[in-house]
């Protein structure tokens, strides 16, 4: 039996980890999606109290307050409490059932599907937007990459589900599958919005970014949305979620 000489031993050793494949993940994009579905949406309801913070190009600010009730992962309620917008509404029945009450007219309005795409309330965020509330209705994900920290998954438009944006990249932790950022892309490829989750930290035993920051990279126009509270299983009843509360009030 010859032996092996030394140095081929040593280089052998030494390229054998680059060449051999990086270790699949566990688990598929589809199921990342999935579990990290779960984090945001996967309570009876939930109740978020947030300071929702306009920031201008310029740097002029424009602060209120709203409550966000959210029941399953279709029905929510968003109220503005604070500001020039206090008492203005938006009542989400599904995706495709979008309503406004106006205060100032004293009237319930729904949004009509070509205006899905325009502003919520002059910040970054669109109608669309705040109607999006399952991400595994609206989109198919495979793994781009992945690291000792986070998966970063590339997002396709499910068929026939209308998503309101042509791609997204979505980076959940690893760890505990929280949502920590998100890059939409228009039909071109351009990047149009992003959405940065920082301050993780427990809200009443459930884990939940403090600080969500949404910038349109366009204009460099962007929305803080500072979390004050957040409670799940309030045990909120359908009927808060209907027209006529919406124009009641809770």
Same mark, same amino acid.
């Given at each position: 039996?010859?032996?092996?000489?030394?140095?081929?031993?040593?280089?052998?050793?030494?390229?054998?980890? =680059?060449?051999?494949p990086a270790p699949a993940s566990a688990l598929t994009g589809d199921e990342v999606l $999935?579990?990290? +579905?779960? @984090? %945001?949406?996967?309570?009876?309801?939930?109740?978020?109290?947030?300071?929702?913070?306009?920031?201008?190009?310029?740097?002029?600010?424009?602060?209120?307050?709203?409550?966000?009730?959210?029941?399953?992962?279709?029905?929510?309620?968003?109220?503005?409490?604070?500001?020039?917008?206090?008492?203005?509404?938006?009542?989400?029945?599904?995706?495709?059932?979008?309503?406004?009450?106006?205060?100032?007219?004293?009237?319930?309005?729904?949004?009509?599907?070509?205006?899905?795409?325009?502003?919520? =309330?002059?910040?970054?965020?669109?109608?669309?937007?705040?109607?999006?509330?399952?991400?595994? $209705?609206?989109? +198919?994900? @495979? %793994?781009?990459?992945?690291?000792?920290?986070?998966?970063?998954?590339?997002?396709?438009?499910?068929?026939?589900?209308?998503?309101?944006?042509?791609?997204?990249?979505?980076?959940?932790?690893?760890?505990?599958?929280?949502?920590?950022?998100?890059?939409?892309?228009?039909?071109?490829?351009?990047?149009?919005?992003?959405?940065?989750?920082?301050?993780?930290?427990?809200?009443?035993?459930?884990?939940?970014?403090?600080?969500i920051v949404v910038t349109d990279v366009r204009t460099g126009h962007r929305t803080e949305?500072?979390v004050r509270d957040f409670r799940v299983n309030q045990g909120f009843q359908d009927s808060?979620?209907?027209?006529?509360?919406?124009?009641?009030?809770?």
């Amino acid at each position: 039996m010859h032996a092996v000489p030394r140095a081929t031993f040593l280089t052998t050793a030494i390229l054998l980890p =680059a060449i051999l494949p990086a270790p699949a993940s566990a688990l598929t994009g589809d199921e990342v999606l $999935a579990r990290m +579905d779960k @984090t %945001i949406n996967g309570f009876a309801d939930q109740a978020m109290d947030v300071t929702f913070t306009i920031v201008d190009v310029d740097g002029s600010k424009k602060s209120y307050d709203i409550t966000v009730r959210q029941k399953g992962d279709q029905k929510r309620l968003v109220r503005f409490t604070s500001g020039e917008m206090k008492g203005m509404a938006t009542l989400v029945e599904d995706r495709n059932r979008v309503y406004v009450y106006l205060p100032g007219f004293k009237k319930v309005r729904r949004v009509a599907a070509h205006n899905m795409n325009q502003s919520f =309330a002059g910040s970054d965020l669109s109608n669309d937007d705040m109607a999006s509330v399952s991400w595994t $209705a609206l989109w +198919d994900a @495979t %793994i781009e990459r992945e690291d000792a920290t986070a998966y970063h998954l590339a997002c396709a438009p499910r068929p026939g589900a209308n998503a309101p944006y042509a791609k997204a990249r979505v980076t959940v932790a690893r760890d505990s599958f929280q949502q920590i950022g998100i890059e939409y892309f228009d039909a071109a490829g351009t990047l149009v919005r992003t959405w940065k989750m920082s301050g993780i930290r427990e809200f009443h035993g459930v884990t939940r970014a403090a600080l969500i920051v949404v910038t349109d990279v366009r204009t460099g126009h962007r929305t803080e949305m500072h979390v004050r509270d957040f409670r799940v299983n309030q045990g909120f009843q359908d009927s808060l979620f209907t027209v006529r509360q919406l124009e009641w009030g809770e």
